[in-house]
Antibody
Framework: EVQLVESGGGLVEPGGSLRLSCVAS????????MNWVRQSPGKGLEWVSV????????YYTDSVEGRFAISRDNSQNTLYLQMNNLTVDDSAIYYC????????WGQGALVTVSS | EIVLTQSPATLSLSPGERATLSCRAS??????LAWYQQKPGQAPRLLIY???KRATGIPPRFSGSGSGTDFTLTISSLEPEDFAVYYC??????FGQGTRVDFK
């Protein structure tokens, strides 16, 4: 059974940092690109970032470029999202997702940015 | 940047009716278009990829069509569990704003 389990969400003040983790099981994690997708309360889905299977390439949506960093540890089947200089607009549920398309999704990690 | 526009924003239908959802891209995405279903409190579920291929376990009442800039998701006969929000996505990147299918 495929599982993606996110952790690391929480409450942080504007300007603060958080690191999300996503542990994968049930498939050959290192063979597939992985993504972060977020969803603000009551809003639609927003693609945030993608990293290749090897970790050699990564891409970001414009609004997080330079503030967020995606990475992965294939030996630990784990995907990361380092989020710096957070703003209230970054408040959302963050999902890890991937496989050939986005067949697999985690349950989401809630990030709240508030003073 | 490719922008996806979904229409209508809300579709009010009854069980057994046919649902037709549209997704238009601001420039060609060839056939790199996916559709997802999301229910309250749940992660999205992949329905269709490459514009017309059903994902594993998706019932045949769901079908996708289109290429280039205009795409359609059709639910041939709505089941009660199909009332949800549907998103299109281009090239494994940006999503449309969603279409809500709710009970008439």
């Amino acid at each position: 059974e495929v599982q993606l389990v996110e952790s690391g969400g929480g409450l942080v003040e504007p300007g603060g940092s958080l690191r999300l983790s996503c542990v994968a099981s049930g498939f050959s994690f290192g063979n597939y690109a992985m993504n972060w997708v977020r969803q603000s309360p009551g809003k639609g889905l927003e693609w945030v970032s993608v990293i290749s299977g090897t970790g050699g390439s990564a891409y970001y949506t414009d609004s997080v470029e330079g503030r967020f960093a995606i990475s992965r540890d294939n030996s630990q089947n784990t995907l990361y999202l380092q989020m710096n200089n957070l703003t209230v607009d970054d408040s959302a549920i963050y999902y890890c997702a991937g496989f050939t398309y986005f067949e697999y999704w985690g349950q989401g990690a809630l990030v709240t940015v508030s003073s | 940047e490719i922008v996806l526009t979904q229409s209508p924003a809300t579709l009010s239908l009854s069980p057994g009716e046919r649902a037709t959802l549209s997704c238009r891209a601001s420039q060609s995405v060839t056939n790199y278009l996916a559709w997802y279903q999301q229910k309250p409190g749940q992660a999205p579920r992949l329905l269709i990829y490459d514009a017309s291929k059903r994902a594993t376990g998706i019932p045949p009442r769901f079908s996708g069509s289109g290429s280039g800039t205009d795409f359609t998701l059709t639910i041939s006969s709505l089941e009660p569990e199909d009332f949800a929000v549907y998103y299109c996505q281009q090239r494994r990147r940006a999503f449309g704003q969603g279409t809500r299918v709710d009970f008439k």
